[in-house]
C-alpha cells in the first residue's frame, strides 16, 4: 500500500495542555519534549505545489456487518470463531482512498480486544480486526471523538486506541493519557505538516471521569480553537477540524452547527472542517473562506431499519495548493458512496460503479443534497458530472 502520508506527533506541550473546555491555547514552556517524527514511507519534495485530503463518513459497526465480516473471513479460509474480514466490505471505495495524499477515516465505535464481546446498538464494540483493514485500504489516520466513545469507558478507549496503533493508524479525539491528550496530531504529508483535530457534541449520557478530562473532546468552540492554535504551534500549515455534530436523519444543518461552523470558519487556525453524525448525507459549502462539508453521512453502516439515505454518503476530496500567504483550497470534490445491503454487503463508489436503478437513484438524490446551499457557485464539483 503506498501511503505518503504518514504521521508526525510533534510539539509535546508543557503543564498548560489541551483539555476539554480550555479557552485559550497554552504557552509553550521550556522544558518541551523533542518532536518525534516518522520518516516517511516515500521520498517526496519538501514542498509539493499541491496534495489533497480525502475524509469519509461515520464508520459504524452494526453486527450484520460483524457477521458479513466473518463469513468473508471464511470464504477466504481465514474462517474461525473469532476471525474477520472487512476488507471486502470496503473494498469499493480502496483506489479511492488509497490514493489520497491524505485519507482520513471517522471511526465512531469502539474497539475490543481481540476476542471481544461485541455488540451492536446503543453500546457499541467492535472486533479489532477493522483497524487492519481500515490501514489495508489506505486510511492514514481517524477522528474518534463520536457520542459512542465512551459506550465501554475507559478500556473502550483504551482498546480502540491500541487497535488502531497495531495497525498503523493515528488518531485523535479520545486519548488514554493526559500527555496523549496534550500532543497535537500533526501529519507529514509528503513534506507539508498537517493538524487533525475531533471534537462531539456528547456521549449519550455517559460522562467524562473527573480525574480523567482529558479521555476523549466535547464540543466547546473555544477548546477547538486552543487544539487548532496549539497543532499551528507545533509546526502544522493547515488544520483540519472533524466536529461530530447536527441531527440525526435530517440533512439540512442545523442553527447550532451553523453558528458554530461561523465561529470555526473566523479562524485563522482552522482550514477545513468536516462534519459527521446525521448518518445521512448533508451539504457542502463555504462558510467564508472556509469550506464545510455538514455531514458526510454514513461511510458503513447496516441499521436495523434501513431507511435508504442512512446507506448514502459521501467522501470528500480536497486539494489544497500552496500560495505566497499560505494554503488554500483549490479543488473542492464530493463522490456518493453507497452500502449495498446485498447480500453480500458491499461498499460501493458511485463516480466509478455500474449504474443500476438503485444507484442512479442514490447518485441523483446525493447531488441534490449536497449542492442545495450554493457549493456548485464556488467549486464544488463532483468526478464524472
Request: glycine share 10%; hydrophobic share 40%; charged share 20%.
Amino acid at each position: 500500500m503506498s501511503r505518503r502520508a504518514v504521521a508526525a506527533v510533534l510539539g509535546v506541550l508543557g503543564t498548560a495542555g489541551l483539555v476539554a473546555g480550555c479557552s485559550s491555547a497554552p504557552e509553550p514552556g521550556p522544558d518541551e519534549a523533542a518532536a518525534r517524527t516518522a520518516e516517511p514511507t516515500a521520498t517526496s519534495p519538501a514542498e509539493p505545489p499541491s496534495f489533497n485530503v480525502v475524509a469519509t463518513g461515520d464508520i459504524l459497526i452494526h453486527p450484520e456487518l460483524t457477521d458479513q465480516a466473518a463469513e468473508d473471513a471464511a470464504a477466504a479460509g481465514n474462517g474461525g470463531p473469532d476471525e474477520f474480514d472487512y476488507g471486502p466490505l470496503l473494498a469499493g471505495v480502496k483506489p479511492l482512498v488509497s490514493e489520497a495524499d491524505l485519507a482520513l477515516c471517522h471511526l465512531e465505535v469502539p474497539l475490543a480486544e481481540d476476542g471481544g464481546p461485541y455488540s451492536g446498538y446503543p453500546q457499541f464494540i467492535a472486533p479489532p480486526e477493522l483497524a487492519g483493514d481500515l490501514a489495508d485500504t489506505g486510511y492514514d489516520g481517524c477522528s474518534t471523538a463520536s457520542n459512542h466513545t465512551l459506550d465501554h469507558g475507559t478500556e473502550g478507549v483504551a482498546s480502540t486506541l491500541d487497535a488502531l496503533d497495531e495497525a498503523g493508524i493515528e488518531h485523535t479525539g479520545s486519548a488514554r493519557s493526559k500527555e496523549e491528550a496534550e500532543t497535537p496530531l500533526v501529519y507529514d504529508v509528503g513534506g507539508v505538516a498537517v493538524g487533525h483535530v475531533s471534537y462531539t457534541f456528547g456521549f449519550n449520557g455517559f460522562e467524562l471521569p473527573d480525574d480523567m478530562p482529558w479521555l476523549s473532546n466535547p464540543l466547546d468552540a473555544d477548546a477547538l480553537v486552543a487544539e487548532a492554535e496549539a497543532a499551528r504551534e507545533a509546526g502544522a500549515e493547515v488544520v483540519i477540524a472533524s466536529v461530530h455534530w447536527g441531527q440525526e436523519y435530517v440533512h439540512e444543518p442545523t442553527p447550532q452547527q451553523r453558528a458554530l461552523a461561523e465561529r470555526l470558519a473566523s479562524e485563522d487556525a482552522i482550514d477545513l472542517v468536516i462534519g459527521h453524525h446525521a448518518h445521512v448525507v448533508q451539504p457542502i459549502e463555504k462558510v467564508g473562506d472556509t469550506w464545510v462539508a455538514w455531514g458526510l453521512g454514513n461511510s458503513v453502516a447496516r441499521h436495523a431499519e434501513p431507511r435508504g439515505v442512512s446507506e448514502e454518503g459521501i467522501a470528500a476530496r480536497f486539494t489544497f495548493v500552496r500560495e505566497d500567504d499560505g494554503w488554500s483550497v483549490e479543488q473542492a470534490e464530493y463522490l456518493p458512496t453507497l452500502v449495498e445491503l446485498g447480500p453480500p454487503i458491499r461498499l460501493v463508489d458511485l463516480t466509478t460503479a455500474e449504474p443500476t436503478e438503485r444507484r442512479t437513484q442514490a447518485l441523483e438524490r446525493t447531488d441534490e443534497i449536497v449542492l442545495s446551499r450554493g457549493g456548485a457557485e464556488d467549486g464544488l464539483t463532483r468526478p464524472g458530472n
